[in-house]
Every structure is written in C-alpha cells, then in structure tokens.
T-cell receptor
Framework: DAKTTQPPSMDCAEGRAANLPCNHS???????VYWYRQIHSQGPQYIIH???NNETNEMASLIITEDRKSSTLILPHATLRDTAVYYC?????????????FGKGTKLSVKP | NAGVMQNPRHLVRRRGQEARLRCSPM?????VYWYRQLPEEGLKFMVY????????ESGMPKERFSAEFPKEGPSILRIQQVVRGDSAAYFC??????????????FGQGTRLTVV
C-alpha cells in the first residue's frame, strides 16, 4: 500500500497556482518525497523531490513541513497542459532501485 | 538523447497467445524497471533488472510472466498464454545508477496490451 495520502481530485483555474497536498506521516528519516505526474495515460514524468528542505525547479516548488509528515507541490502558474494525475511517493531511492509505490494520486483539472 | 523507447505502443493478442513487450532504456542507463497499470489504477511495480540480472521480481506474477535484459538488445517482458485480465498498460522505466537517494526513473510511453 502507498505510504502517502492525497486528495483524489482538485480543480485549479488557468494561470493560478495549484497547491497539491500530500500526507506522509510514517516517512522514515532516509526517505525522500518524490512527485511524478501522468498526463492522460502517458508514462509518468518526474517533477521534483526533496528530503527536508524546500526545493524549486523549472517545473514546480516543493514545500516540506518541518516534521516531514506532509508536503505540498506548487505549480506556480498552472496551464491547461498541467492537467494530469499527480503522484506523491516516499522512497529511499526515487525510482533508481525500482519499486516505486504509486497510490491513486490527485487528479488535477486545470480549467480555463 | 532519446528517451525510454517501448514497442509496440499497442498490442492485441487473443487469449492463449504470447505477448512480447520491448523496452530500450535511455542511453547510458543500465537499470530497467517494468510497471503495470490496470484501468483506473495506479502503477504497480513488477520487476527490476540490470544487464543480464534480475534484481527484484517481487511484483511479478508467479506464472506466465518473465522478464530479461540481455547484454545486447532491449529488455523484454514476456507474457505467455495471455488472459483477459492481462489487459493493461505496461510501462518501462530506466535509471543510470542504483545508489543514492536522488535519482529519478525515466518512463517510456508504455505498451497497451489488449487481450481479446
């Protein structure tokens, strides 16, 4: 079973920030928080990951709470192409040793 | 640098036939992973391979399924005597290294298997 909890769906207006929450209360000290997304049944796409510090890249920002029990993925200016299922995954390896545990994710719908 | 290449993209098989799914990892990647996604479900890990070795097959069904990653050529996921329940999208991923905590996996576009 997935070690994360995410809302099943969210809506966001185009151009606005999309904030996707994730709870991972049983995360271990050596586990990272990874985010992937899957656009319309394509292969999953890596977005960002972090251990305990907030992270930012060209796609998104990741905010991890101080106790590391939850995190938020932020898409600063959502576009229609960001409509996808977003998966929050805790992993020691992020995919480089296989066995990523995908839950049901959050289906984000960006609306014009 | 081409991404992870999977073929065929779509495969239709009759019950009882064999299905062969191919995956060429990204250049420089020596680790391959196979995942299965049933309709409306998340991806489920099946197997992790390095060249000529199976590292973790804990997600593989015990019968009819096998995987290989030979020294030369693509990784192959083989399903013998397919049944309707095997209909799913099969995704391959690759990565360049095993160690460390900051290496993501790169996924192909998947093979959609339909068993009729």
């Amino acid at each position: 079973d997935a070690k994360t909890t995410q809302p099943p769906s969210m809506d966001c207006a185009e151009g606005r920030a999309a904030n996707l929450p994730c709870n991972h209360s049983t995360i271990s000290g050596n586990e990272y928080v990874y985010w992937y997304r899957q656009i319309h049944s394509q292969g999953p796409q890596y977005i960002i990951h972090g251990l305990k510090n907030n992270e930012t890249n060209e796609m998104a920002s990741l905010i991890i709470t101080e106790d590391r029990k939850s995190s938020t993925l932020i898409l600063p200016h959502a576009t229609l192409r960001d409509t996808a299922v977003y998966y929050c995954i805790v992993s020691k390896y992020g995919g480089s040793q296989g066995n990523l545990i995908f839950g049901k994710g959050t289906k984000l719908s960006v609306k014009p | 640098n081409a991404g992870v290449m999977q073929n065929p993209r779509h495969l239709v098989r009759r019950r009882g036939q064999e299905a062969r799914l191919r995956c060429s990892p990204m250049k420089g990647h020596s680790h391959v992973y196979w995942y299965r996604q049933l309709p409306e479900e998340g991806l489920k890990f099946m197997v992790y391979l390095q060249k000529e070795n199976i590292i973790d097959e804990s997600g593989m069904p015990k019968e009819r399924f096998s995987a290989e990653f030979p020294k030369e050529g693509p990784s192959i996921l083989r399903i013998q005597q397919v049944v309707r329940g095997d209909s799913a999208a099969y995704f391959c991923a690759s990565s360049p290294t095993r160690g460390g905590g900051n290496t993501e996996a790169f996924f192909g576009q998947g093979t959609r298997l339909t068993v009729v």
